[in-house]
């Protein structure tokens, strides 16, 4: 009998050893995907094209926490049905139920955490390592913490990071030496910790769409320094430096007649109405003014072009336009609404209106010439019987049917990657069309033909 026992713990201790090399390897495969997807969606602006088309940041949300928390289910049930179904003596042994709610919590806990490592790291690849460190980390941490006495317990500054705080729980849940308290006590520190991370990420990730703070927190807090220490500069917009470059500016009368009429329209008088748009960017030393207190209006089926040289702010003003950076000062009125006024509904309305296609092509690489169209038709509210009938005649207008409509954009050329940019911006028949040099990258025969 002595025998069989010692054979029983020695077997027993050996198949905990490899879980827990293991378990929390498996339980974490999501973690780079997730570091991966929402660093790259916001670097390559595909987060900007959502919400240009009128996406909502609460949705987005939702889907990547919804997504990654499916990922993360069938990697995590898959490896502990595949220990149970082999007998494994750890798993079968277990208090399921303290298993299935630490499992639960923790799978909450990456996606929090996840969304925080990748606002506070810059470059993809350091992005992904951060997170294959992180399960590396983990693996030796659970070792280390198996032989902490059980008796004293782990010290409260180890509770409050996530991955101590499930490799703790793993190892007593294994051993079945956990009492109730100690699970419940770790699932609220993975819960709020995670939330706080993740909170944290939202933030940093909301500051990079809509203010020019950069995409990560070390050039956001660092920008937020150097424009404390720049209080002449950022008073930029009523000082000496702006007064003289006003005084510098050349005014014809063809632009005074402009301003003039612009003036004396309404907000609703013209589908576009412009009033002394003006944009700086304070990032920048000193402040740079990009758009210099613009005025003009445009009228109901008429094609409008802004001319000038590189830097002199198109991109900058049609961005306002559409909502995706925010005014200093001034007013633009989209069809009666006020894109300058983030506080309210007014850019939500202004977006229902309005398609955008940008200076550079923002597309899903995995993503087939189909599956982008259907994506923003259903954003732009096109009705699902309609949806598939629009698709396809849209992307035989910009001639991407045939075997490219099912082809992925990786595989698209430039010219044909800028056709679908130019599709994504007509679909769903907005009233008001903003082009960023549309014909970038197109053949001569498609620029010069009926395409436009």
């Not at 990922?71 to 220990?83: C, D, H, I, K």
């Not at 909301?206 to 956001?220: D, H, N, P, R, V």
């Not at 008088?269 to 748009?277: E, F, Q, R, Y």
């Not at 044909?416 to 940019?421: A, T, Y």
Request: hydrophobic share 45%; proline share 4%.
């Amino acid at each position: 009998m002595p025998y069989l026992r010692f054979e029983r713990d020695w077997r027993f201790e050996e198949q905990l050893t490899w879980l827990l090399n293991y378990f929390p390897v498996m339980t974490m495969l999501a973690l780079p995907g997730i570091v991966y997807i929402v660093g790259m969606e916001l670097r390559e602006k595909l987060i900007h094209a959502i919400i240009g088309q009128n996406g909502s940041l609460l949705a987005y949300w939702s889907a990547v926490y919804l997504f990654h928390y499916a990922v993360y289910s069938a990697f995590t049930t898959a490896f502990v049905l595949f220990q149970y179904i082999f007998g494994s003596i750890v798993i079968t042994n277990c208090n399921f139920g303290q298993l299935f709610a630490m499992l639960i919590v923790w799978g909450y806990a990456q996606i929090g955490f996840g969304i925080f490592l990748s606002m506070i790291l810059k470059r993809t690849r350091l992005q992904t390592l951060s997170a294959y460190l992180v399960m590396l980390l983990l693996m030796g941490i659970t070792q280390a913490i198996r032989w902490i006495d059980s008796s004293e317990g782990l010290p409260y500054i180890l509770w409050l990071f996530p991955p101590t705080a499930f490799a703790y729980s793993l190892i007593l849940i294994l051993r079945n030496a956990a009492q109730p308290h100690t699970i419940v006590m770790a699932c609220l520190n993975m819960f709020w910790t995670s939330s706080l991370l993740g909170l944290i990420g939202i933030y940093i990730h909301y500051q990079s769409l809509y203010e020019e703070t950069g995409t990560f927190i070390s050039k956001y807090l660092l920008n937020k320094v150097l424009c404390k220490c720049r209080k002449k500069n950022k008073q930029i917009g009523s000082s000496k430096y702006t007064t003289y470059a006003r005084k510098k500016r050349i005014v014809d009368s063809d632009v005074l007649e402009e301003e003039t009429r612009v003036n004396a329209l309404n907000k609703n008088d013209m589908p576009v109405k412009i009033v002394g748009l003006r944009k700086i960017f304070q990032q920048a030393s000193p402040p740079k003014v990009a758009v210099d207190g613009i005025t003009f209006a445009i009228d109901y089926d008429e094609v409008f072009s802004l001319l000038g040289p590189n830097g002199a702010g198109k991109t900058t003003s049609i961005q306002i336009l559409s909502g995706l950076i925010k005014a200093t000062s001034g007013n633009a009125f989209i069809g009666g609404f006020d894109v300058t006024d983030h506080g309210n509904e007014n850019i939500r309305n202004v977006r229902r209106i309005t398609g955008l296609c940008p200076q550079f092509d923002v597309v899903w690489p995995k993503l087939t010439v189909k599956e982008h169209l259907l994506f923003y038709a259903r954003l732009r509210g096109v009705k699902k019987k309609y949806e598939m009938a629009i698709v396809q005649d849209i992307a035989g207008q910009v001639e991407l049917g045939g075997d490219d409509f099912h082809r992925q954009a990786s595989k698209l050329s430039g010219g044909m990657k800028r056709r679908l940019s130019i599709a994504i911006a007509i679909i769903g028949d907005p009233s008001i069309l903003y082009f960023d040099e549309p014909t970038t990258g197109l053949d001569p025969e498609t620029k010069l033909g009926g395409m436009y």
